[in-house]
């Protein structure tokens, strides 16, 4: 089992829909939680950091962790077809961070 | 300012040939990582580099790959020689603490084709 799981879709959605982007990690040392997103032929980018347990809201994006179920959530309200890009989970802790696979979103006017 | 500058962005070469790769870090970012990335996967951590300190090597395929940071800036990962296998988006990182988990700031990629 991967220590971050995440589905690689690909996931469609139409223009102004709400996208939920979801992983699972197993190791419960976890603490640091990171959401970044990949356009084409680009490197990662930043798009959410969340330490432990709780909710991060930043414009249309919030990402939301549940240590219970080790369960981390993005969400993004009022999708735009600028939002077409892979979203890659990560978490870890000071010492190392592990990366899900990427989920494929494509937003359609 | 400038970001991660990665160079070639892309490279084409016959299976066990040499072929590097060059980084320029974010200035005053201590911390270099080289990630290899295959289509569809999340990045796997090659390197990682503390100014010019090697501080985590541990998924780096030593037999064929070998890397440097001379004066804790510039950055240079080889293979020697390449096999099929090792097509990959090859990406270079900063940041600018030691921590796993503070932000890193990537490259666009080198492309590497391996025929």
């Known amino acids: 089992q991967k220590e971050v799981e995440q589905d690689p879709g690909p996931l469609s959605v139409p223009e102004g829909a709400i996208v939920s982007l979801n992983c699972t990690y197993s190791n419960s040392a976890f603490q640091y939680f990171m959401w970044y997103r990949q356009y084409s032929r680009k490197g990662p980018e930043l798009l959410m950091y969340?330490?432990s347990s709780g909710n991060k809201e930043d414009g249309r994006f919030t990402a939301q962790v549940d240590k219970s179920s080790k369960y981390i959530s993005l969400f993004i309200r009022d999708s735009q077809p600028s939002d077409s890009a892979t979203y890659l989970c990560?978490?870890?802790?000071?010492?190392?961070?592990?990366w899900g696979l990427g989920t494929s979103l494509a937003v359609n006017p | 300012e400038a970001g991660v500058v990665q160079s070639p962005r892309y490279k084409i070469i016959e299976k066990k040939q040499p072929v590097a790769f060059w980084c320029n870090p974010i200035s005053g970012h201590n911390t270099l990582y080289w990630y290899r990335q295959n289509l569809g996967q999340g990045p796997e951590l090659l390197i990682r580099y503390e100014n010019e300190e090697a501080v985590d090597d541990s998924q780096l395929p030593k037999d064929r790959f070998s890397a440097e940071r001379l004066k804790g800036v510039d950055s240079t990962l080889k293979i020697q020689p390449a096999e099929l296998g090792d097509s990959a988006v090859y990406l270079c990182?900063?940041?600018?603490?030691?921590?796993?988990?503070?932000?890193?700031?990537f490259g666009q990629g080198t492309r590497l084709t391996v025929v």
């Open positions: 990560a978490g870890g802790n000071n010492r190392k961070l592990i």
């Open positions: 969340t330490y």
């Open positions: 990182a900063s940041s600018p603490g030691p921590e796993a988990n503070t932000e890193a700031f």
